[in-house]
């Protein structure tokens, strides 16, 4: 009698509680193909426990038709279950989608399980006329990081008179941004009678990155025109700084004033410090320190501090100066020169800045040698969103090893995971937390 008053609560408490694997994949998978990253982190993790083989044909099933930030995820949880159901399942993938989704099971399944038929139905797909243009497009642009198989599929296409020309040109960019490869004569013989103008300027910037070019003066036309496509422009400054050639002088002050975006402005602007066009560089750097393109501010403001026109006062100004990530990039570059005194701005930003500047300030946490760092690195590691949270886990592992050398700390069983639920989270930065209180050195 004494064992059935506790057996039968228990017996009752078990038929009462739905295990998690009951209510299936669908709620999770529903919430996977949300806009809202904080769901698709949720979904994740819990889906990473649910799946097992027998789940697949759901997952293909629902990969054909799903967000293409969900595929991704989608693809990795296939891999997660490994073996012949997985190369079986990315077999069937790589055909149902006109996107990218159709590279990344492609690259699986050649990456994880050696298998390139997934390659060769790509290529097939370029060569047809039957397939979209848009998708042929976009599949050219994978082909670079698909390793020799990839690079030599964009000689061939490069090379192939017959291609449409928008497709051709996308090759050669693609082409052109890659280092040399096997056979590419037949490259640079295609394009010797080449009138189409777009596709002679994209052949001209190839053969630039070749030295190939023997004329460049229909090359810096085009680009002081400003008819350079983005990729295009990219490529030229890469060999611009590769070969050293301040004869291009004119061609990077017309991309450093009036570059398709601030990346190429910026990018620019590295190219004449580093082919030894200091001076202007750093003059030219001086227009944009306060632009309102971030990354472009960003980089002048460095350049400045890199060739010493910049002192550690100016920066230390600049710490009260502007919006949230304005005074992180500032403390950045004080913490490049050995300087500590933007920490309290990290910090505040890690606290109260919002994603960009707190995602930026866990980064550069990583590198201060404060012990007010780790505690506050530890505390995001349970922030809302999951790429501070996992830059945050990175910045505290780097930073204790370098503080805490001989201090061990078994990962195992503080079970901390960035896309974990908010309550695993939470208990293992409490661990770290109590970890942190015995192993710090007093104040």
């Known amino acids: 009698m004494t ?24 709620p999770w998978l529903t919430k996977l193909n949300s806009r809202v990253t904080k769901d698709r982190t949720e979904a994740e993790g819990q889906l990473k426990q649910l799946v097992k083989a027998p789940d697949l044909p759901k997952l293909v099933k629902f990969y054909k038709t799903c967000e293409m930030m969900a595929c991704y995820v989608v693809i990795r949880l296939v891999d997660r279950v490994g073996g012949a159901p997985a190369k079986a399942a990315l077999k069937q ?46 599949l050219i642009n994978t082909l670079a990081s698909m390793g020799k198989a990839g690079r030599k599929a964009l000689v061939d296409l490069a090379a192939d008179t017959q291609l449409k020309n928008r497709l051709r040109i996308q090759a050669l960019d693609r082409l052109a941004s890659t280092s040399k490869q096997k056979d ?9 009678d080449v009138v189409a103008p777009k596709l002679r300027i994209a052949g001209d910037v190839y053969l630039y990155t070749r030295r190939q070019l023997t004329d ?26 590769k070969r050293k050639d301040i004869a291009r002088k004119k061609v990077l002050i017309y991309l450093v004033e009036k570059g398709q975006s601030g990346y ?38 460095q350049l400045m501090v890199e060739y010493g026109s910049t002192s550690i006062e100016d920066l230390k100004k600049q710490l009260k100066l502007g919006s949230t990530l304005d005074r992180v990039d500032a ?55 999951s790429t501070v949270r996992s830059q945050a886990h990175s910045s505290f592992r780097r930073l204790a090893g370098a503080m805490l050398p001989y201090r061990n700390l078994d990962w195992r069983k503080v079970g901390y995971a960035y896309n974990a639920t908010a309550k695993s989270r939470q208990a293992a930065v409490e661990k770290l937390t109590a970890w ?6 007093p104040k």
């Open 331 to 385: 403390a950045e570059m004080l913490v490049k020169l050995d300087d500590y005194s933007g920490v309290e701005v990290l910090l505040e930003a890690l606290a109260e800045g919002k994603v960009e500047a707190r995602r930026k300030a866990a980064a550069v946490l990583g590198q201060v040698l404060s012990r007010k760092a780790l505690p506050a690195l530890a505390k995001a590691m349970n922030d809302k969103d």
């Open 184 to 192: 590419e004569a037949r490259v640079v013989a295609s394009l010797k």
């Open 264 to 301: 190429v402005k910026a990018n620019a602007l590295r190219t004449m410090a580093k082919i030894g066009l200091v001076q202007l560089a750093v003059k030219k750097a001086q227009a944009y320190l306060n632009d309102k393109d971030s990354y472009l501010k960003r980089e002048a403001r």
């Open 216 to 241: 460049v003066t229909r090359l810096d036309a085009a680009a002081l025109a400003g008819k350079l496509e983005y990729s295009q422009a990219y490529a030229l400054l890469r060999a611009i700084e």
């Open 93 to 138: 993938m790589v055909p149902l989608r006109q996107d990218y989704g159709a590279y990344y099971a492609a690259s699986s399944l050649r990456n994880r399980h050696g298998d390139l038929s997934g390659f060769d139905y790509l290529l097939g797909k370029i060569r047809s006329p039957e397939t979209p243009e848009n998708f042929r497009y976009t």
């Open 3 to 26: 064992c059935l008053r506790w057996l039968l609560p228990l017996l009752t408490l078990c038929l009462t509680v739905t295990p998690l694997y009951a209510e299936g994949l669908e």
């Open 436 to 441: 942190l209180k015995l192993v710090l050195p």
